[in-house]
């Protein structure tokens, strides 16, 4: 039997609650595994939960009701061998208002490997914990803000959100629904499950916006890929003109009183453009050259009829995303663990990076908090060169770093327009407007952000 165990200072009806919700076992699934989440246990006391592992193999959990007694416990097991897997979850009051949270797991699996995993859930569970409480300290604006004022619960929004299955969506939406909101998913295709809404970016209806009160729009074509003209119009394609044309079906929706009151839009610290040297930029520092700083200024100014309908908008420029389920990390992650990972360049080129817990933070707040407009940086504080970032990533791993890629190399994948503004882009790019808000970060240096997405904090 192996036991971990951790207080968590929050009351115990709070902390049962969070689990029972939708999107409990997406925000406690490590990222670094290979695995994901393919369907959530519809209910603690006899629901079943899948995990999809490489090679079409699926994990199924399925919870026992002899095992179920809300506040203070729910079980499952392994479905296709109960003997290889059993976990017992205990939660108990503690004196101090805080909860005793225990995993009790029965297993032939070594401790080591499993000691990893529950201290990230845990930590996951606090931290998500403490950001929804958070949130109830956030002064509302006059008027504008789905959200309660002074220190009460915040209001239980209904959020549509476009870009939903993507590693942005997915883990926001998990958050969202943990915390008792309602998540809209709109999807382009026919609805497979509940909760689904089908839209048509090209001919969005103000219909299915009616009944929510926020927007998170996050859909478009990845930017990473060779620069080619045919990309570079994909990926403008499936930005402006779907956003305008959601802010305007935001705008007609909010016209009958039962539409959004907020919308919130992805948007790209390649704004500032791709070569801003050493210097530190703020929301207020002007926009710069290139074909991202222009896609990212038409993306922003696509949101306008939103705001001209009377919404309050919040563009979310966001920085280098850390997950090794997503992204540079996930590309770079298996280079460094196999110790062949090193600088890019000379490595002086600045990287603006974010932890995705973080990036998720930063939606709930435009979501929630009325004094949040416009643009928002979703950095870290601490911006890092690339040379900083190599040696810390693999410190981290436990790894050196000895390589070096030549600066030429990202042309051969990227060409020579996306490598300039893309792989060896140097931005310094400061999160001035949340700290002016007094935002808090749960990983602001990389190295912790590092080592909670890669399994590398102790027990």
């Given at each position: 039997?192996i036991?971990?165990?951790?207080?968590v200072p929050?009351?115990?009806?709070e902390?049962?609650a969070?689990?029972?919700?939708?999107?409990a076992?997406?925000?406690l699934?490590?990222?670094?595994?290979p695995?994901?989440?393919e369907?959530?246990?519809?209910?603690?006391?006899?629901g079943?939960?899948?995990?999809?592992?490489?090679?079409?193999?699926?994990?199924?959990?399925?919870?026992?009701?002899?095992?179920?007694?809300?506040?203070?416990?729910f079980?499952?097991?392994?479905?296709?061998?109960?003997?290889l897997?059993?976990?017992?979850?205990?939660f108990?009051?503690?004196?101090d208002?805080?909860?005793?949270?225990?995993?009790r797991?029965?297993?032939?699996?070594?401790?080591?490997?499993?000691?990893?995993?529950?201290?990230?859930?845990?930590?996951?569970?606090?931290?998500?914990l403490?950001?929804?409480?958070?949130a109830r300290?956030?002064?509302a604006?006059a008027?504008d803000?789905?959200?309660?004022?002074g220190?009460g619960?915040?209001?239980l929004?209904?959020?549509?959100?476009?870009?939903?299955?993507?590693?942005?969506g997915s883990?926001l939406?998990?958050?969202?629904?943990?915390?008792?909101h309602r998540v809209?998913?709109?999807?382009r295709?026919a609805?497979?499950h509940?909760?689904?809404?089908?839209w048509d970016?090209d001919a969005?209806?103000?219909?299915?916006?009616?009944?929510?009160?926020?927007?998170?729009?996050?859909?478009?074509?990845s930017?990473?890929?060779?620069?080619t003209?045919a990309?570079?119009?994909?990926?403008?394609?499936?930005?402006?003109?779907p956003?305008?044309r959601l802010?305007m079906?935001a705008?007609?929706a909010?016209?009958?009183?039962?539409?959004?009151?907020v919308?919130?839009?992805?948007?790209?610290?390649?704004?500032?453009g791709?070569d801003?040297?050493?210097e530190?930029?703020g929301?207020?520092?002007?926009?710069?050259?290139?074909f991202l700083?222009q896609?990212?200024a038409?993306?922003e100014?696509?949101?306008?009829?939103?705001q001209?309908?009377?919404l309050?908008?919040c563009?979310?420029?966001?920085?280098?995303?850390?997950?090794?389920?997503?992204?540079?990390?996930?590309?770079?992650?298996?280079v460094f663990?196999?110790g062949l990972g090193?600088?890019?360049g000379?490595?002086?080129?600045?990287?603006s990076w974010?932890?995705?817990?973080?990036l998720?933070?930063?939606?709930?707040r435009?979501?929630?908090?009325?004094?949040?407009?416009?643009?928002?940086?979703?950095?870290?504080?601490?911006?890092?060169?690339?040379?900083?970032?190599?040696a810390?990533l693999?410190?981290v791993l436990h790894?050196?770093?000895?390589?070096?890629?030549?600066?030429?190399?990202?042309?051969?994948l990227?060409?020579?327009?996306?490598?300039?503004?893309f792989?060896?882009?140097?931005?310094?790019?400061l999160?001035?407007?949340?700290?002016?808000?007094?935002?808090?970060f749960?990983?602001?240096?990389?190295?912790?952000?590092?080592?909670?997405?890669?399994?590398?904090?102790?027990?």
């Open positions: 039997m036991v971990y165990r951790r207080t929050h009351p115990l009806d902390v049962f969070w689990h029972e919700r939708p999107g076992f997406t925000r699934s490590p990222p670094w595994l695995g994901r989440p369907q959530e246990a519809s209910s603690l006391k006899d079943t939960a899948v995990l999809a592992l490489p090679g079409g193999l699926r994990w199924v959990a399925r919870h026992r009701p002899d095992g179920y007694d809300p506040p203070h416990a079980v499952d097991e392994l479905a296709a061998a109960p003997g897997w059993r976990h017992t979850h205990v108990s009051a503690q004196q208002g805080g909860t005793l949270v225990e995993d797991v029965a297993t032939p699996v070594p401790e080591a490997l499993l000691r990893p995993l529950f201290a990230y859930r845990h930590r996951q569970l606090s931290a998500d403490a950001s929804h409480a958070r300290s956030w002064a604006s008027g803000a789905p959200t309660g004022a220190a619960p915040p209001e929004l209904t959020v549509a959100m476009t870009g939903s299955s993507g590693l942005v883990a939406a998990a958050f969202l629904t943990t915390g008792g809209v998913r709109l999807v295709r609805p497979r509940p909760g689904e809404q089908q970016p969005p209806s103000p219909d299915v916006l009616l009944g929510t009160d926020a927007v998170v729009h996050l859909a478009g074509a930017i990473a890929g060779r620069f003209e990309h570079k119009a994909k990926v403008a394609s499936t930005r402006t003109g956003t305008e802010a079906a705008a007609r909010a016209s009958t009183g039962d539409g959004p009151r919308f919130v839009s992805a948007s790209a610290i390649g704004y500032y791709y801003r040297g050493g530190a930029v929301e207020t520092a002007a926009r710069g050259s290139g700083a896609l990212v038409d993306w100014e696509a949101t306008a009829p939103a001209q309908g009377g309050r908008v563009q979310v420029r966001t920085g280098i995303v850390q997950s090794p389920a997503g992204g540079m990390l996930r590309l770079l992650y298996p663990l196999a090193g600088k890019l000379d490595g002086s080129q600045w990287a974010v932890a995705l817990d973080d998720v933070d930063i939606y709930y435009a979501l929630l908090d009325g004094r949040a407009s416009g643009p928002l940086n979703a950095v870290s504080p601490d911006p890092v060169t690339n040379a900083t970032y190599t810390v693999a410190r790894r050196p770093a000895l390589l070096s890629v030549p600066a030429l190399a990202p042309e051969l990227l060409g020579a327009e996306g490598a300039r503004e792989a060896m882009a140097s931005q310094r790019v999160p001035a407007a949340l700290e002016t808000l007094g935002h808090t749960r990983y602001p240096e990389l190295e912790g952000a590092l080592a909670h997405v890669l399994g590398r904090v102790g027990a």
